[in-house]
């Protein structure tokens, strides 16, 4: 089993829906938890750091189910430049190193 | 801030040739790490430095890769030699060392070997 796992998609969505992903780690002693956000041929973006009791940052809302080992991500109101992929990253273990899903990819069309 | 600079953005190179990938950190952050991004691997954590000792290089998949940080502001992936197969986009990433942190990305390199 991979150590963090995301549906790569396509999730193809009209604007203004609402659409979640999720991501299952494998290791329940991972510690932290975060979503990227990377555009075709750019580099990943911080989009947000994921907290126990949940966060949320505008349109979009973070949660952790660590009972069942996932984090997701619900963006409302999709615009078309929410068009990306978004990866889920892990930190487990005492040292700094981040391991990433391989991603959603998620198109917003008209 | 100028974020995490890497160079050269592209390389094209031939087989058995010697790459050099660059990167400058976002000063004060003192975490560094390299990643590689295919499309059937992903973002693949190849080596990472705290404060500019290597901790993890489990993720460097042969001898022919190396890294190194001489200082806080500067480190290096090279190849040598390079083959096809290491055709990827590699990252540099930085971030302050804890677990609340997440990290910045450079540009990357894109590597193409023919």
């Known amino acids: 089993r991979k150590e963090v796992e995301q549906d790569p998609g396509p999730f193809n969505v009209p604007e203004g829906a609402t659409v979640a992903f999720n991501c299952t780690y494998s290791?329940?002693?991972?510690?932290?938890f975060f979503w990227y956000r990377q555009d075709c041929r750019k580099e990943p973006k911080l989009l947000m750091s994921?907290?126990?009791s949940g966060n949320e940052d505008g349109r979009f809302t973070a949660q952790l189910n660590r009972a069942s080992q996932y984090i997701s991500l619900l963006i409302r109101d999709s615009k078309l430049s929410d068009s990306a992929t978004y990866l889920c990253?892990?930190?487990?273990?005492?040292?700094?190193?981040?391991?990433f899903g391989t991603g959603t990819q998620l198109k917003v069309e008209l | 801030d100028a974020g995490v600079i890497q160079s050269p953005r592209h390389e094209v190179t031939e087989m058995g040739q010697e790459v050099t990938l660059r990167c400058k950190p976002i000063?004060?952050?003192?975490?560094l790490f390299w990643y590689r991004q295919t499309m059937m691997r992903g973002l693949e954590l190849l080596i990472y430095?705290?404060?500019?000792?290597?901790?993890?290089d489990s993720g460097m998949p042969e001898d022919r890769f190396s890294a190194k940080m001489p200082n806080a502001s500067f480190s290096t992936l090279k190849i040598q030699p390079s083959e096809p197969r290491d055709s990827a986009v590699y990252f540099c990433?930085?971030?302050?060392?804890?677990?609340?942190?997440?990290?910045?990305f450079g540009s990357g390199t894109r590597l193409t070997v023919v």
């Open positions: 430095f705290n404060n500019n000792v290597p901790i993890d």
């Open positions: 994921v907290y126990s």
């Open positions: 990253a892990v930190r487990t273990g005492g040292g700094n190193k981040l391991t």
């Open positions: 290791n329940s002693a991972s510690q932290s």
């Open positions: 990433a930085s971030s302050f060392n804890g677990k609340n942190y997440g990290y910045t």
């Open positions: 000063s004060g952050h003192n975490s």
